[in-house]
């Protein structure tokens, strides 16, 4: 390999089936000694395991009042929010399409709104074939509910990379980026739930997770009239998610065909009649933490919902009265 790419090597040893790191000298080549001939259990000090002690918060959920809200001005307080007016100024501030090989770029549309929910690359200029890459992040709610936080961000992630042509949902590879300040009882439980919700939902969709890392020092302490105050990041997930495409022409964009007069918008309620709003954008503009967070609740629908996309992609000249017909009849024999 480093021939081929004409990069410079030396060979440094080689791995023995002992536990042990040798290194040999040529001084003493001929005799049996090593200037270090240690076990590996002693460098990695394997005995001494981390322990970390800790309590499960209590959550406490009160019921959601929005009597007092003008419908109206909610329009607008939420449309005006930066996370929820445009995402542009994350987009123009680098290059969108570089190498000749993108499919899908972050610009929808004749106005070229940046709205796209996965990107999609070719592999080669010769091929069809590709990776469809997405993202998935829900930080807010992890202020009121961790576990809730990061199945929603599996959730979103996945509902995402759907717009492309993903042969299967188990074809998902993800990176778990994690971040939180593990310098206390409640994070360091927040933190074990956190793994262990995401782990049960990526088992039972035969989701892998083969590469991630973590921040988990994320606090900061300022000092002010003798008062200290601590600042700290509650323990969130940041995800993302690539899967290969063995035809990248059926990508889906979020993009109302102009064409058709008669087009119109599908609700698909993977929510099962849910309508929970803590750690909204609504909640945020009008200060507002009370009722019970969203969540990823059922497997078994995310599952029939894959298979639903990949059976409706075979009727792409259906009538939109057809379309509406085949996700009902495809998600229904699932579920």
Known sequence: MCTREKAPYAVIGQFIEKPELIIESRKYLSTNIFPIDVSLDFLLNVENSLIRNCDKRQVLVNEEEYSSINL???VVKVLKHPTVSSKSFLITIGDRTVGGCTIRDQMVGPWQTPVADCAVMLTSFWSKQGVALALGERPPIAVFDVNASVRMCLGELITNILAAPIPNISDIKLSANWMGAVDEEFSNYDLYSAVSAINNICIECDISIPVGKDSLSMSAIKV??????KVKSPISLNLSGVSKLNDTEGTWTPCLDREIQDSCLIFLDL???????????????F??????CPDFDSVKIIKAFSKACNEIRFYEKSTVQNWSMLITTALMEDY
């Open 72 to 74: 109206e001005q909610s």
């Open 224 to 229: 002010e009239n003798n008062t200290t105050k």
């Open 271 to 285: 929510a099962e009649g849910e309508k929970r709003m803590r750690g909204s954008t609504f909640q945020s503009v």
């Open 287 to 292: 200060s507002i933490s009370s009722g019970k």
